[in-house]
């Protein structure tokens, strides 16, 4: 039988949900159905296919230490994290991953999946790929698997299969469609949602896209053979990369293909596109309520809120979402969230931070909580894994002052190196060479205050950096 490579394409902002999932920690690595983040998810619904091998994550750079860290905390070790420089769509990305996969003479079967989606019935979608696998795409075929639909949804494209049982040959790919084309599409029978789930070999992918898109490939090839490997991820070359046409799989390939192939599944398939998305698949109250954190509502319906650290109170709400982090609140309208990007987009064109980061932000090393900020001073919560160690670094406007809340701090001020314990503190002066890290066993916990006179984290120089920033 031949190898199967999951390809887990892990580069997408889902900016949709907003304000929860945002640039810099998107909704593929949020636990939005259950304990375990969508990306963690997706690997672990594979267990028990045969003759699988281990996986290939292509992600963006700015996520590489949040991929790493989360396939580590689940047992997956991937063959290699490739990292993207630029976005380029999927097509490209599929590419580089079938050039990897096919290293050392191997023809493996690609497995291609988007990290963000939710499969309810995992045993049933490892049956469908079984079936995928045992004929179509292991003799050549390039095979989707398209979502027995539920509804006339207006948010998804979908694909007219030829008629026939299982594995049948494609007719034709659409765009997502009004209401009423939907429910044509919906009462025919013969359309079904596009997942954007793949199951094909690899050569027979590029040779496809040979066909279509020579560009692509030579420059997918020329971004590969420039890549350097770095610690645990293969950094793409960014000229070559960036040279490359973006273009999605369905418009550079699957469209124009003879050899397209479509198995329809009703395993239960989300792809979490919307806030409404989310409240259709969590656990409801006998009045339609999906509630997450300290919730309290009285006399609502159809409701989804969504919390984090403060009691969030509904009255006498209908089809309503509620959304609560720590530094921007959603209130929408249920039948309006896909409108969410437009909010996402306008504060981009205002240069709003809300946009693209977090108050909290995770770092290799831990994270930061932006606790305060005024003019001139800014306070952080840090916390700092066992072990581990942020970059020797020095500040020409600011100034550090540092408090240990738990655990034990190592610092570093230009040519001092002593512990600190719990309630023990240090100042860092502006222009010192420091580095905190954590000997023990236990997280780092402490409080930052910054003072100066710009406090941006673009005020860092770095001398020593373990991981390689």
Known sequence: MTDLVPVLLSGGSGTR???????????????????????????????????????????????????????????????????????????????????????????????????????????????????????????????????????????????????????????????????????????????????????????????????????????????LAGGKRDVDFLRLDRAAFEACPADSIDYAVMEKTDAAAVLPINVGWNDVGSWSALWEIADQDPDGNAHHGDVLALGCRNTLAWGGRRLISLLGLQDVIVVDTDDALLVAARDQVQQVKDIVARLKAEHRPQAAIHRKVYRPWGSYDGIDSGERFQVKRIVVKPGAALSLQMHHHRAEHWIVVSGSARVTCDDKVFLLAENQSTYIPLGSRHRLENPGKVPLELIEVQSGSYLGEDDIVRFEDVYGR
């Open 17 to 223: 949900l907003w304000p929860l999932s945002r640039e810099t920690h998107p909704k593929q690595f949020q636990p939005l159905v259950g304990e375990q983040s969508l990306l963690q998810a997706t690997w672990q619904r594979l267990a028990g296919l045969p003759g699988m091998a281990a996986p290939i994550v292509v992600a963006n750079e700015e996520h590489r230490f949040m991929v790493a860290e989360q396939l580590r905390q689940v047992g997956a070790v991937p063959s290699a994290i490739v990292l993207e420089p630029v976005g380029r769509n999927t097509a490209p990305a599929i590419a580089v991953a079938a050039l990897q996969a096919m290293e050392g003479g191997r023809d493996p079967l690609l497995l291609v999946l988007p990290s963000d989606h939710v499969i309810a019935d995992a045993a049933g979608f490892r049956a469908a790929v079984q079936e995928a696998r045992r004929g179509a795409a292991e003799q050549g075929s390039l095979v989707t698997f398209g979502i027995v639909p539920t509804g006339p949804e207006t948010g998804y494209g979908y694909i007219k299969a030829a008629p026939g049982e299982a594995v049948r040959a494609v007719e034709r790919f659409v765009e997502k469609p009004d209401l009423a084309t939907a429910q044509a599409y919906v009462a025919s029978g013969d359309y079904f949602w596009n997942s954007g789930m793949f199951l094909f070999r690899a050569s027979a992918y590029l040779a496809e896209l040979e066909k279509f898109a020579p560009a692509m490939v030579g420059a997918a090839m020329a971004a």
